[in-house]
Structure formats: structure tokens, C-alpha cells
């Protein structure tokens, strides 16, 4: 039956036939990413539908198709001219997540193609794009044809959401927000991999954060999240790897703009500051993966000595600091990493026992960052570059009352003070040697096994 | 506490407890329908609570709560400057229901005010006042002032709602229409109630359909409706009594605009054609209740005993003539209502087989008399005052075939060729005796049985 002769569909009754609980066809969810898209579906029905959706669930087809007819609402980047394999790594986010600066040049020095295209943040710290624009001078707003030409020149480029990429995410994302239907599975797997599929990836790594400072607080819903994910970019024809990986406490040694930025050229450089060695250990094991998946060594292990040898070499620094001029960045700013840094107030936190750290409620400290002016409290209000705390002593250290712990950089004295007082409210300290840190990777999901954790759980997400 | 040191609402605060199943305060409820009526909530978000509330349900403070926040969200009207007790009728519609313009001039001859504001009908008939608009010069938009000098003069008056009238319940019913959350008994108890409390009434009898015609097609669905609607009147202050109806058949032996209020009037005149016996029954036992509720009866049933001297005296009819008189209607239509009434198409439909009438689907019956005319498919759309079906014979009637079932009046040929095929499709013939038609009045609840029914099924709605 050829399409022109099949019935209209009406919006009402897609939302009526959600709210009773049955399952949307492919096609009928299509109208509704179509209708979404250009306006064609009002913004009062698509909420009414968004939240029939989070009371009575997504099964796996509808998950797919909605990722599908995201994916496919707008403009798409094909980087098949490249005459690479295109890989990209993303995460649901955390507390100094700064990853990307790591995998994206550590991958690319390796052979792999890293089209990375990344949302504008909402959350309480700073995003990937206000990261990178700490840098004087670097543009993420480019067009898919300067994107593609940085990506020839370089292997990696990290830009902004053009607007005219998944525009139905945009809509339904900002809807989401506001009627409380953000936390659904299937509304957030379709939300990321729409985006990182209309890149044209042959292949994706997916970090999935699980402890204190994670998106998702409780581990069974960040296990059925990745498995979800990696089903339905698998069965879109992406090879998909999903890894759990802990954020109950923050990652590296800051969180913040500027001063992530100078953490990674540390570590590029190949200093390994005690503070940063979870992050340097996922980044080589997130970027093993990515050179795995992308045909460049036969497994992830072999993958993580490409990358250590990368990073030892100094081809990924290389990498990266190519990427920064062709994205407009004034390399000079990385001749002294500490004079380019020009907090407007500085406060260091001392210790006020002694004992171990033993718990930081990651989330609290992601608050306590957003509060230094490093994030932003609403879409469109500038972060302040220099802003950010540097830890001195993470989870299971022990430290001497009045010891530096913190050093908070801020945007004024008043930023300083109530971010010092979200941050002292985070940590606890305890006179006993508490638990080890958890594994900081505790699961991987493959094509393999992701089906059987889903049909565990039933279909219903 | 003062309300200045309350903390403030936040819309998508209140969508996610109710997403949770959680009860909101009644400030949170007044938060939200304001929001509704000023337009300071989007509508986007509207939807989603809307959604909430359809799946998550509202316990009976809330529905309280609601109705009371839509009654207070525009102007009101006071009839107390009337000098009688105001008592209203509302039914929650039926193909044929015209009881309204037997009871407004029954009670209003027994001395009770009746100040009947009506909604536009988004239903498949026409409306109450599409009905009346069929008498030419009948004003049924009139002002506030209008309404009580017209109520002065003649004891009842029937009048389109005011724009100020109530307007979170236009906001929020249209928004309902649109997101399929129009089927949920709290919301349809605030959203009639509101509208009847608006006007002031001392008291308040309500007419619940039930049977195949019937809004509410499950009987327990329409029980729980009618007892919630009690218990949240007379929880206002309004002395209340629900009917649970049978809506099994038409009601009276038309169904249209004109021919309605020419039967009416027939009935007011003293005439008893047969197939009209189920409405003269019934409106003469709402009016008994509207009499008694009012205070000028000491029983419902001798409130009906009065109703029926009002009737044979004739003052019933020139209650209604003096009200439609008072409105602008043009009496002389009423000197000869054959002659009065002008179809553009006429047609004659045989019964096509011989036997008793078993079944009549009544809301199949009700979409025949929308197609010749007489209704509207979407808000908006004019009305034909002379479209419409009569029967020549009822439920439980014996038939020979090739003698006249109905007579139809379309707008068109093609009109009546929709309806007529509707309209078989909704008749059975059986050769066997069917059972009785259920009683005309199955069930009445009054404050004081209200309250149990509701307890016995739990609060959720």
C-alpha cells in the first residue's frame, strides 16, 4: 500500500493511543518528530503526548524509531568523504568530565576520524562548547563545510549544534524541560544518539556515569540506559560500546573552563598529577575503545597502548593544538598555563578536620562550581572562563586540618563565598580509612549483551 | 503565614508532583488555574499536567480545590438581588435532551429563579443554544445585566457563558479537547461545576446520562461522576442532587434545533404524544427536584406535583413564551409549528423490516442527526435550525416493515444520504419481545449518599 493512500494521522489520537498505553508505529511517531520539527504539531499537544510517554513508557521499536525520525528531522554531516572511520565518544556528564579533550586528539592521532558535535549545556557546570571558548579566540559555531574541512586538517574538531541539525530535538528538549519529562529513558536515548547519529558515525562509545554526580543517581537505571542506548544504535548501524563509569567524586583535579582546559594540556604534555590519574586511566581505556571500534587495533586493550604511546609521543598534544588554531585559538595562551589563568578572586578552602575524605556528594559540587560563575543558571547567560574550584585531595586521601584542600577561583568575593559553602556542605570526613573508590569502569554493554540486559527488565522503559 | 512570605510556585514543580502521583495544596491548584485564565502559564505546560492529572488521577481535595479555583477565575454573577432562591439543572447531554426548556419555565412557574448559563456544544448534536437560536430574533449572548433583568421579568433565562465567565475552564476545556484528556471524571466535575457555581445558585440538580447515548458509557463511571459532582457541590455550599438517566434511546421523539423546541412547546401546550412521554416524565421529575431543592416544595415528590399543575395550567408555558419574548425570540413561529419549520430536504425512512425496535445506539443516532445538519464538526461552524431526525416510534415499539420509522430533515440530499445510512446502521429489529427500557431513573444521590459511593471506590478519580 503506497503511502498517499493510507489515512491522515491526527495528533490527538497518537496522544490517546500513548496515554492508553499501546504502541505507537514507526510512521505514527514519525508524524509527531515531523510535526515537531516545523511547527506543522502544536507545543501543547507534543507536551501532553511527551508526558503520556514518561507515565506509560516507550518500548524498544519506539525507541528506535523516534531516535530514527530525530536523527533524520533535519541537516546531517556525512564524513565519508574523509576516507576515515568517523568515531565519536559521549557522555551523559559529570562533574570536570573532561574527556573529550583527551579521547577526540588521542584518537585521532591513532587514524580515527573525531566528528564531535556537542549541545550546549544546561546543566550546573559548564559544557564542552564553554570549555573550549575559554580558549581566546576558538569558534565551535562552525558550518558542516568548515567542520569537515577541520576534520581533514586535523582528524578531531569539536563544534557546536548547528541549528539546522536535529531540529526536532531542539524543540522537544526544550519542551522536556519544562513539563518535567527530562528523566525517560527513551526520550533521553533518542535525545543523545539522534544527535551523534546525524554525524554519520560508523562507530560511538558511550560513558555512562553512574555514583553521586551522575545524571542518573541509581545504578540499575544508568544499566538499562546503556543497554538501551547500544541496542538502538546497533540496530541503526552504528557499532556501539557502552562503558559505567564512576562519578562519585569529580573527575581530574578541577571543574571549571579554563583551568579543565589547562588540566588536559598537562596531561597531553605527559606530566601525571596524582589528582588526574582517573581521568587520564578513562580517557586511555574511553579512546582504546574508540581506535578499536574504529579498525585501528584488534581489541580495546590494544587500543589503550595505541593511545598511551599517543599520548607519550606527544601526537595527541600535536593533534589537539592543530585542532585549536584551525577552530581560530590562540595557541600562545598555553606557553604559561598559570599566567593565562586570571580568576578575579581566588579563595583557598582549608581542611577543617583531619581525617579521610570520606564521601563528596559530586552533585552538590557541580552546584558549587555552577555558583563560582563557571556555569550558567539559565540558557543563553554567559559562564565566566577563569571561574572553577582545583581540588588538592579527592576521595580516600587523608588530609591534615587546616591543609589546603580547594582552591576556589570565582567572579566575585560573593560567588567565592557561596560556592564555599555548597562545596564545605559536599564533603565529609572521616577519622576511619573509608571504602576503596568503586571500579572506576564497573560494566560494559556490546552488542552482545545489551539485549539480554533489556529483555531482563522487560520491554517497557 | 502571609501569602508575601510564601515561597513562590513554579509550574513545572507542580507538573512533576502530580507526574509522581503526589496530592497538590489548594494554593498550588489556585496557581495553575490562574495561570490558565491569565495565560501566565504556557500552554505547553498546561498539557503536561493535564496529562498528569488524566493518568495519575485527583483525590477530592484536589477536585474541590480545581472547582473552586475555575469558579473564582473570572466574573460571577449574584442573583440574590432576585429576591427568590436560584436552582439550575445541568445534564451531561444526550441526543434529544431538551429538558432544559421544560424545567427552566416548570420551576420558574413554581416560583424558583432559574439562571441557566449554557456552554457552546462541541458534541455531535446541537446545543442548547444552537436549539433556541432556532427561534428567530432569540438572543442567547447577553450581558450580565441583561441576564438579571430578563430573570426579573420571567423567573428563568437561558444565556450563552460571557467571555469573563470562568475563562481558566475555556482555556483549559479546549486545551482538553486537543490532548485527549476530556475523559476524566475530576476534571469533568470542575469543569462543570465551576461554570454553575459561577452563577450563584442556591441549588443545583443534575441530570448523568447513562446508556448507549451517554457521555459516560460505563454505568459505574457515570455513578462515580454523579456522586463526586454532589460531594463537590454541596462541599461548596450548594445544595446538590444527581439523577442517573437513561440515555438509552433519544429522549422526547426528536432531535435537531427547531423540531426540538416545536416538541416542547406541543408539551408545554398539554398535548402527550406518546413517543414523548420519557421526556415529560423526566423533566417533570428534575423540576419537582428543582422545586423542592428550592424550598417551595416540601418533597421532590410534591415539588413534581406542582410541576404538573404548572403544566396544565399552562403557567409553564408562558414562563418559557414571556423568557423567549423577553430574549428578542419572534413568537409568531410558535402560531403554527408545522409551517414554521422549512428543511431544505426531506426524507421518509420505512422500517426495512418487521418486528420490535430492540436496540437504538443512541451516540450512532446522535452522529445520523449531526450529518443532516443539525450539529457542528468543529467550534465554530453554523448550524441548520431546521436539520434534525424525528421518530415515529421508540424502544420496545412493534413495527411492520415498509411503515415510517423516522422522518429527516437535512440541509441536503447528500445530508440526508450520510444520515440515513448512519442512522439504519444504528437500529436492530428484533422478532422476539426485548427486554423493558431501563427505568428513566436508576439511581439519585443527595449529600448524604454521595460521600459513601465515593469512599467505597477510593478518592482516586
Not at 510517554?53 to 531516535?67: F, K, P, Q, S, Y
Not at 559530586?362 to 572562563?385: H, L, M, N, S
Not at 580547594?406 to 577519622?431: D, K, N, P
Amino acid at each position: 500500500m503506497s503511502s498517499s493512500t493510507e489515512t491522515p494521522l491526527h495528533a490527538v489520537d497518537l496522544i490517546r493511543k500513548k496515554r492508553d498505553g499501546e504502541t505507537l508505529t514507526a510512521r505514527e511517531i514519525q508524524f509527531l518528530v515531523t510535526g515537531a520539527a516545523t511547527g506543522s504539531i502544536p507545543q501543547e499537544q507534543l507536551t501532553a503526548w511527551l508526558m503520556a510517554v514518561w507515565l506509560r513508557g516507550l518500548g524498544l521499536d519506539e525507541v528506535r524509531a523516534l531516535t530514527l525520525a530525530m536523527r533524520d528531522s533535519g541537516e546531517k554531516f556525512d564524513p565519508h568523504s574523509l576516507g576515515k572511520v568517523a568515531v565519536d565518544k559521549h557522555s551523559t556528564g559529570g562533574v570536570g568530565d573532561k574527556t573529550s579533550f583527551l579521547v577526540a586528539p588521542l584518537a585521532a592521532a591513532c587514524g580515527v576520524a573525531v566528528p564531535m558535535i556537542s549541545g550546549r549545556a544546561l546543566g550546573h557546570t559548564g559544557g564542552t562548547l564553554d570549555k573550549l571558548e575559554s580558549i581566546p579566540g576558538f569558534r565551535t559555531a562552525l558550518s558542516l563545510a568548515e567542520f569537515e574541512s577541520v576534520l581533514r586538517k586535523c582528524g578531531a574538531s569539536i563544534v557546536s549544534q548547528t541549528p539546522k541539525l536535529v531540529p526536532a530535538d531542539r524543540v522537544l528538549y526544550a519542551l522536556r524541560d519544562r513539563t518535567a519529562t527530562v528523566e525517560n529513558a527513551g526520550l533521553i536515548c533518542a535525545s543523545i544518539l539522534s544527535k551523534k547519529l546525524a554525524a554519520g558515525l560508523d562507530a560511538l562509545v558511550l560513558d555512562v556515569k553512574t555514583g553521586s554526580g551522575a545524571f542518573l543517581r541509581n545504578y540499575k537505571d544508568a544499566e538499562f540506559l546503556a543497554a538501551l542506548m547500544v541496542a538502538t544504535a546497533e540496530a541503526a548501524g552504528t557499532r556501539t560500546v557502552a562503558l559505567l563509569t564512576d562519578m562519585g567524586q569529580p573527575l581530574g583535579y578541577t571543574a571549571g573552563n579554563w583551568i579543565e582546559i589547562a588540566e588536559c594540556i598537562t596531561l597531553l604534555r605527559g606530566e601525571r598529577p596524582s589528582a588526574s590519574e582517573d581521568l587520564r586511566e578513562l580517557s586511555l581505556i574511553l579512546a582504546g575503545w574508540m581506535i578499536h571500534l574504529g579498525g585501528h587495533a584488534p581489541s580495546a586493550e590494544a587500543g589503550y597502548r595505541s593511545a598511551e604511546r599517543a599520548l607519550a609521543k606527544g601526537s595527541a598534544l600535536t593533534a589537539f593544538l592543530k585542532m585549536i588554531e584551525a577552530q581560530g585559538g590562540d595557541l600562545s595562551v598555553f606557553n604559561d598555563l598559570k599566567a593565562s589563568h586570571k580568576p578575579a578572586a581566588t579563595t583557598v578552602l582549608a581542611a577543617w578536620d583531619s581525617g579521610y575524605i570520606a564521601e563528596m556528594d559530586t552533585t552538590a559540587i557541580g552546584w558549587a562550581v555552577q555558583r563560582t560563575g563557571a556555569g550558567r543558571e539559565k540558557a543563553g547567560e554567559p559562564v565566566d572562563p577563569n571561574a572553577g574550584i582545583e581540588f588538592h585531595a579527592k576521595r580516600c586521601a587523608h588530609i591534615e586540618k587546616g591543609q589546603p584542600f580547594a582552591t576556589l577561583y570565582g567572579t566575585s568575593r560573593a560567588h567565592l563565598a557561596e560556592a564555599e559553602a555548597l562545596l564545605r556542605s559536599a564533603i565529609h570526613f572521616s577519622h576511619e580509612l573509608p571504602p576503596a573508590t568503586p571500579q572506576l569502569v564497573s560494566r560494559i554493554f556490546t552488542a552482545e549483551n545489551a539485549q539480554a540486559r533489556l529483555i531482563a527488565v522487560g520491554s517497557g522503559t
